[in-house]
């Protein structure tokens, strides 16, 4: 059975820095691409970032430069530093698994139960 489990969320200001954690278990970690998406209250969940099994990157319009995913095959944890949080990073941040790499919510095969980030102003 998969399980994958993230930690890190919490309050941080407006120009601060955060960094997400998502263990994984249950599947070769190192053969699947990884993937964080985020939903905000009353918005659907949208594509923040995701990395291939061959370490490249992948990000959205709104986090480029800000943000950055990495992994480590060793502990089959996935990262998200996020750098220069705005009040619209706000939001349930998840973690996604998926034999290919894609980018919508359809192209994940496993997720996480997310973590809260709040950005305050």
């Known amino acids: 059975q998969v399980h994958m489990v993230e930690s890190g969320g919490g309050l941080i200001q407006a120009g601060g820095s955060l960094r997400l954690s998502c263990v994984v278990s249950g599947l070769p970690f190192s053969n699947y691409a990884m993937a964080w998406f985020r939903q905000a209250p009353v918005k659907e969940r949208e594509f923040v970032a995701a990395?291939?099994?061959?370490?490249?990157?992948y990000y959205s319009d709104s986090v480029k430069g800000r943000f950055a995913i990495s992994r480590d095959v060793a502990k089959n944890t996935v990262f998200l530093q996020m750098n220069s949080v705005k009040p619209e990073d706000t939001a349930v941040y998840y973690c996604a698994s998926a034999r290919r790499l894609g980018v919508t919510v359809g192209d994940m095969d496993y997720w996480g139960e997310g973590s809260l980030v709040t950005v305050s102003s």
């Open positions: 990395i291939s099994w061959r370490d490249g990157t």
